[in-house]
């Protein structure tokens, strides 16, 4: 493979951008806006964890979080019907340029910062980060639409709707 | 290792695949005793669930003894007999907490994809595409099962591998239909599609008090074993006007619960099936729905019509004005099999449950390709094919 994982992430993007854009419809009624407004002013993205407020630290984050260390800010409160505690994290430096189709691709300047949101929820909750790789399989043989769906794997983890 | 793989679009492989190894602490490893082919897995086959790479292992629905167990695992010891749950749940979230185990927040390594499809992850499942968290499948000798704790349970003495293995996946489909869809007592239901999901949702129907139970399909040795091992009544949807049939048995009501196991690639003897291929080939919309549609106009004033069939995407044609003037509540899900299996695997020793007719042809995996043909395309009266690894 020649490409660099970033080539075969905008090539990918090119290519699934008429989904892209039926999606960001989908989830985004206000994705008529330019891109790069798309992401909120606030920058706040947030998980809620099965946990009691007192068991979610700021001040000691699971591992995940607190290695992107002073890059990000993070506060928590109660979630409403016992549905535990919703644990919010942002960029202290909000570089623009979230799109919604930089978000579903995982090419958004938040997007270590979501993945890193879910695997402190999953330490929280379940007390590791679930890995999935390596697993086995077969022959990838090197087709366009093999590398496509593999970049987009590869960023999945760090892409989301917001 | 030799496994059975996703080569492309309608291409079923063979190959040699590296033995899985624990990774997590709440994994375990499992020699693959039985590993069968599921409805869902034609809809990968098809091409129609576009999150598949070419050497994916194929299948969830399976069992076996367990090998290996991670440090984390209190529950299972090595040389236990266990069913594992096809979705992959962590107990630990709050969707699990609520038995919506299917809807875990951990079980997918790759939130962003269905995000982008859905606004929301689910949880992962095995051998479901990378979409569902590029876990590995089950037709293989061996497999890794995470949050084993909570997705393997010991099977029963007395209750054979070929019963225990649909309790992975068909029966506790058809639990999540009939229990989440709220079947009472006295209820009629009515489920489209006979395959092992349509079989396990009429019987679980009846276990929870149904008054009368119909199922429909149009392959009759199919619907001969839905009134022979599940106890139903049955119409072949190719020789009746279905509602029709069915308000006449509801004295014009129509069925109080509707359960559709049939999926994206319904079958309509009518110009529809036409219009609804074409439409799902030049990708206008990504499912056919024929067996809901069926399934909204029939259902009584204020019931329930739940969708177990597998869609992706978009349907066209969706009949919106019935579900809201008919006041219905209409739902769906994956299965939340960790809150069914445990009264599941007790039906079965107590022999209310039996599934083992389902798996009409059973055959190793250098056999995998042969399987999903007959599978696929119902040779040979196939209702599963089954796989045995170390056959
Ligand atoms: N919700 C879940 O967790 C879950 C789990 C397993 C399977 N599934 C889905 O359930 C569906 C059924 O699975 P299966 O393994 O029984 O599949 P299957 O292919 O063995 O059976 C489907 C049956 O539907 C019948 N059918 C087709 N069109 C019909 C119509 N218009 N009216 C009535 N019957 C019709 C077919 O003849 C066939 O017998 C699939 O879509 C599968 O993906 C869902
Ligand atoms: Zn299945
Ligand atoms: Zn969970």
Redesign the pocket.
Known sequence: MTLSVGGVVSFAAGAVGSVVRLVRRLVNPSAARPAGRGSPASGWLAVTVLREPSEVDIAALPAPLAELGGRVEARTRPAPGGKGTELAARLRDRPPGGSPAARLTGRDPQADLRSALRQAKQVLEAGEVLAVDPAPHGKRPPTPGGLLLEAWTKVAPKAGVR | MKAVTWRGVNKIGVEDVPEPTILNDHDIILEVGLSTT???D??LLGGYIPAMRAGDVLGHEFMGTVVEVGHGVTKHHVGDRVVVV??IGCGQCWYCRQGLW?LCDNGNPNPGITEALWGQSIGGCFGYSHAMGGWAGSHAPYIRVPYADQGAFAIPDGVSDERALFAS??AP?GW??AHQAGVEAADVVAV????????MAARAAMLMGAERVVV????DN?LEQVRTHIGAETLD?EQVD?PGELREMTGGRGPDVCIE????????PGPQYLYDQVKQQLRLQTDRP??VR?AIYACRKGGTVFT???FAGLVDKFPLGAVMNKALTLR????HGQRYVPQILEHMSRDELRTEHLATHVMSLDDGPKGYEM?KN?EDGC??AVFRPGA
Not at chain 2, 192 to 199: C, L, M, S, T
Not at chain 2, 261 to 267: L, P, Q, T
């Open positions: 599921c409805g869902s034609l809809h096809s979705f299917s996946d068909a489909t999540t239909g489209w599609g006979a395959g092992g999901v349509g079989q429909i399909d149009r392959y199919r949807y279905v196991a049939v999926g994206m690639e319904a079958h309509s024929t067996a069926e177990l069939g597998v769906g899900a994956q299965q599978f119902k209702v599963r």
